[in-house]
T-cell receptor
């Protein structure tokens, strides 16, 4: 069964609204979680590393004020896309490190469509 | 930033054929990973490799960690329709909290 739960799985909203995506580790604690973005027919691109109790680490070119990350507990990280625009439409996927024989568990992704 | 070169970009094969894809890097990784992603879903881990030279199988899948630590290949034998999807290689450098670097993917198509 899934060990990383991502919610919602699909969002459609108007341009200018903010959207929050949740990533939960279901049966383990994760001090670190990762947020990826995937455009159609492209690979997963790491956006940021979410650190429990401290600021997220953003990859080069990712706007921290637009993609707000909060990791308030050991089982929950949230990504908020603020003032979303059509170019933010993408597939957003989170992951969390697992056991030694499975480096990262991935969520099922959130399809974000901005009209 | 760091990149992995994955090839081929796409493959069109007949059911029953064997498949081979590979990944190279300019940097050394401590772990090589192979994932499969179906449309609208997150990646699912197929095989993880932890030692240079390691050859690991998972059913019809076989993957090897290159001896130089800069490359890996994935083979699929006797392909079946459910093998269709995108296969990603990924490199992982240090510990479990470190980020993963993904290749650009290989799209596998099986011709009817």
């Amino acid at each position: 069964g899934a060990v990383v739960s991502q919610h919602p799985s699909w969002v459609i909203c108007k341009s200018g609204t903010s959207v929050k995506i949740e990533c939960r580790s279901l049966d383990f604690q994760a001090t670190t979680m990762f947020w990826y973005r995937q455009f159609p027919k492209q690979s997963l691109m790491l956006m940021a590393t979410s650190n429990e109790g401290s600021k997220a680490t953003y990859e080069q070119g990712v706007e921290k004020d637009k993609f707000l990350i909060n990791h308030a507990s050991l089982t929950l990280s949230t990504l908020t896309v603020t003032s979303a625009h059509p170019e933010d439409s993408s597939f957003y996927i989170c992951s969390a490190p697992g056991q030694i024989n499975q480096p990262q568990h991935f969520g099922d992704g959130t399809r974000l469509s901005i009209l | 930033g760091q990149q992995l070169n994955q090839s081929p970009q796409s493959m069109f094969i007949q059911e029953g054929e064997d498949v081979s894809m590979n990944c190279t890097s300019s940097s050394i990784f401590n772990t090589w990973l192979w994932y499969k992603q179906d449309p609208g879903e997150g990646p699912v881990l197929l095989i993880a490799l932890y030692k240079a030279g390691e050859l690991t199988s998972n059913g019809r899948l076989t993957a090897q960690f290159g001896i130089t630590r800069k490359d890996s290949f994935l083979n699929i034998s006797a392909s079946i329709p459910s093998d269709v999807g995108i296969y990603f290689c990924a490199g992982h450098r240090m510990n479990r909290d470190d980020k993963i670097i993904f290749g650009k993917g290989t799209r596998l198509h099986i011709l009817p």
